[in-house]
C-alpha cells in the first residue's frame, strides 16, 4: 500500500501525540569502546528513487559522492540513551528497544554528552540557540540524508536491502505489518551488506538536513548537508508504525525538531579520520 507524503507526515504527528545493554565494540571501530560502529567506505551511490515507484521528493535521482564514516550498527537503545543522559522518554519500554519519544535537539544532546563520555570532540555547539555542526570533529553526530541513505542501500537498488516484495521488508524490518504494534529488540531483524540492522522500520531515524521537497533537482552532490534552513528536519527508515511503502530505502519523512514522537529514534555516525 503506498502512503502519499502528506499521510506518511498525518502519521508522525499523530504518532507523537499519542500519549542497551550497553554496546560493546566488535572490532569495526577500535578508537570506540562503548557504540560498535561499522566503517561505511568512502563511495559514490544513486541518491533516490531507483525503481519509478516512489513519490516526487524522491527525484530526480542524482550520483552523491561521500567520504568515508563510521555509523553505528544498530539504533540507539533505551539503555543506551539512559546511561548516557540519565533519563529514558520512550513510551515503549525496553532496555532493547530502540529509543523514541526524543526530539532532534535531545538526539543533538544526546551526540554531545556520548562524545564527551568517550573523550572525542563534540560535534554541535549553540544546540539550544542558531546550532552548528563541525564536520570536522571526531564526536558522534546524526548521519545526513545521504549518508543515511548511503548505509541503508549498501549496494542495492532495490525498495529494502533485501528485495522489492513486503516479504522481502519482513526479513528486514519491524513495520505495520508484523511489528504487533509497538517497537522490538534492535539486531533481530537481517543485516544489510554492510551489516547494519533496523534501517527499515522499528523506528524513524533522525538526521541532520533540514526538509525540502525539491531538494534533489538542486542539491549539492559531494558530501551533501541538505537545504540551508526549513521548519522540519529529516527523518528516514520507516517504522513499526507504517506501511511498507513508508520503509523503503529512498522514502523521505519530517517531522519539527521540536517535536518529540514515539516513532522516531536515533542511529549515529562519526568521521573515518
Same mark, same amino acid.
Not at 539512559?82 to 520512550?90: F, I, L
Given at each position: ?21 550497553? =554496546? ?47 555509523? =553505528? ?133 533522525? =538526521? ?26 529529516? =527523518? ?38
Amino acid at each position: 500500500m503506498k502512503i502519499p507524503t502528506f499521510l506518511a507526515v498525518t502519521l508522525l504527528i499523530v504518532a507523537a501525540s499519542i500519549p542497551f545493554s550497553g =554496546c560493546s565494540d566488535d572490532g569495526d571501530d577500535p578508537a570506540s569502546s562503548d557504540v560498535p560502529m561499522v566503517l561505511i567506505p568512502a563511495g559514490s551511490f544513486t541518491m533516490g528513487d531507483q525503481r519509478g515507484d516512489g513519490v516526487g521528493e524522491e527525484k530526480p535521482t542524482r550520483t552523491v559522492s561521500l567520504n568515508g564514516f563510521f555509523i =553505528c550498527k544498530y539504533e540507539i537503545t533505551q539503555k543506551m540513551y539512559q546511561t548516557v543522559m540519565g533519563e529514558n522518554p520512550s513510551i515503549i519500554k525496553g532496555d532493547n528497544h530502540p529509543v523514541e519519544n526524543v526530539t532532534w535537539f535531545k538526539a543533538l544532546e544526546f551526540c554531545n554528552a556520548l562524545s564527551v563520555k568517550e573523550g572525542y570532540e563534540p560535534c554541535y555547539t549553540d544546540i539550544s540557540g542558531s546550532v552548528q555542526v563541525n564536520m570536522n570533529a571526531n564526536g558522534y553526530r546524526l548521519p545526513t540524508e545521504a549518508e543515511w541513505e548511503y548505509a541503508c542501500k549498501a549496494g542495492t537498488a532495490t525498495s529494502y536491502y533485501t528485495g522489492n516484495a513486503e516479504t522481502d521488508l519482513a526479513r528486514a524490518g519491524w513495520y505495520s505489518g508484523n511489528a504487533a504494534g509497538g517497537t522490538h529488540d534492535v539486531g533481530q531483524k537481517d543485516a544489510n551488506s554492510f551489516g547494519l540492522h533496523d534501517t527499515h522500520g522499528n523506528v524513524f531515524e533522525w =538526521c541532520w538536513d533540514w526538509y525540502k521537497s525539491d531538494y534533489y533537482s538542486s542539491g549539492e552532490n559531494n558530501n551533501p548537508l541538505g537545504p540551508t534552513g526549513g521548519s522540519e528536519r529529516v =527523518c528516514r527508515g520507516g517504522s513499526y508504525f507504517v506501511y511498507e511503502f513508508g520503509c523503503r530505502s529512498s522514502f523521505r519523512s519530517m517531522l519539527k525538531p521540536t517535536i518529540p514522537s514515539r516513532d522516531i529514534g536515533i542511529r549515529i555516525v562519526r568521521k573515518a579520520t
